[in-house]
């Protein structure tokens, strides 16, 4: 050998085929999607069925005095941050019910929009929307039986 170093090679590490998804059974996604809908079925009809039945309490008060529909959005936003953001709070859903009070309002009147069932109907929404996207996210995460232990 003369003054020069030999380089090593690097052997070639022939690439690694992707691992398939085991095969599951023809029957087995609409098992698991028969199960989900039966869930949301049941969080439905529990959201719902007790949706109006109790007054409102004290927090539902204050969320709604803070998105009440005579307020503009950009007082919902100016007070967002004064005082909303120290209690935990963003205001896109103080703007988001303040929206769907002064909707609700058209075909109410100015105070039917605080009827403790009018008053939760945005959260109920929100949460079966809740469920759903948290099954069909887990779903596509995980396989789809852990997705039903979400």
């Known amino acids: 050998m003369s003054g020069k170093k030999r380089r090593k090679q690097n052997p070639v590490v022939p690439a690694v085929p992707a691992a398939e998804p085991p095969p ?4 087995a996604a609409r098992v698991h999607d028969g199960f989900f809908f039966t869930v949301l079925a049941v969080a ?11 007054e409102l309490w004290q927090d539902e008060l204050g969320f709604l005095n803070l998105a009440h529909p005579r307020l503009s959005s950009a007082a919902i936003w100016r007070s ?11 205001p ?18 100015p105070v039917g929009a ?15 929307i809740g469920v759903w996207s948290g ?9 789809r039986p852990v997705a039903r232990l979400n």
């Open 24 to 27: 599951q059974e023809p029957g």
């Open 44 to 54: 439905v009809i529990v959201r719902f069925l007790f949706l109006g039945r109790a």
């Open 80 to 90: 967002g941050w004064e005082t909303i953001v120290s209690i935990g709070q963003l």
């Open 92 to 109: 896109l859903s103080f703007l988001i019910f303040n929206a769907f009070y002064r909707i609700i309002g058209l075909f109410t009147g």
């Open 114 to 128: 605080f009827t403790p069932a009018l008053a939760r109907l945005p959260a109920v929404v929100f949460g079966i």
């Open 135 to 143: 099954y069909r996210l887990s779903a596509r995460v995980l396989d």
